[in-house]
C-alpha cells in the first residue's frame, strides 16, 4: 500500500506561479512512476504530467511548456511547478502512483494509478 498525499494548492491570479508538493510513502519510493491528473468542475479529470523512475517526463499539450513535472527521491516528493498559470488551470490536483505496467501505453490513463491522494485544488482568477 502506497499514501500519497498533495500540498500546495491556493488562490492565485492568472500569470502567478504555484509549486504542488505530492508525498509518497514507501522505501522503494525511487522505483515509482508517479503521475498529476486534475479535475475541473463539471468535467472528466485528465492528465497533467508523469514522471518515469528515470526521470524522463510527459506533458499534457494544454500545459507542455508551462508546467515542470519533477522528482526528489530523497524526499519521497515529486513536484509539480506551475507557471503561466490560467484560468482554464482551475480544478483540484491529485497525485497518483502508477501500477507498474505497460508504462509508454498507459501513463496518461488514470485507470493505470492504483494509489490516489485526496487532491489540492488550485483556483485561478482572471
Known amino acids: 500500500q502506497v499514501q500519497v498525499v498533495e500540498s500546495g494548492g491556493g488562490l492565485v491570479q492568472a500569470g502567478d506561479s504555484l509549486r504542488l508538493s505530492c508525498a509518497a510513502s514507501g522505501r522503494a519510493f525511487s522505483n515509482y512512476n508517479m503521475g498529476w491528473f486534475r479535475r475541473a468542475p463539471g468535467k472528466e479529470r485528465e492528465f497533467v504530467a508523469a514522471i518515469h523512475w528515470s526521470a524522463n517526463t510527459y506533458y499534457a499539450d494544454s500545459v507542455k511548456g508551462r508546467f515542470t513535472i519533477s522528482r526528489d527521491n530523497a524526499k519521497n516528493t515529486v513536484y509539480l511547478q506551475m507557471n503561466s498559470l490560467k484560468p482554464e488551470d482551475t480544478a483540484v490536483y491529485y497525485c497518483?502512483?502508477?501500477?507498474?505496467?505497460?508504462?509508454?501505453?498507459?501513463?496518461?490513463?488514470?485507470?493505470?494509478?492504483?494509489?490516489w491522494g485526496q487532491g489540492t485544488q488550485v483556483t485561478v482568477s482572471s
Open positions: 497518483a502512483s502508477h501500477g507498474g505496467s505497460y508504462w509508454s501505453s498507459s501513463y496518461y490513463r488514470h485507470g493505470a494509478y492504483n494509489y
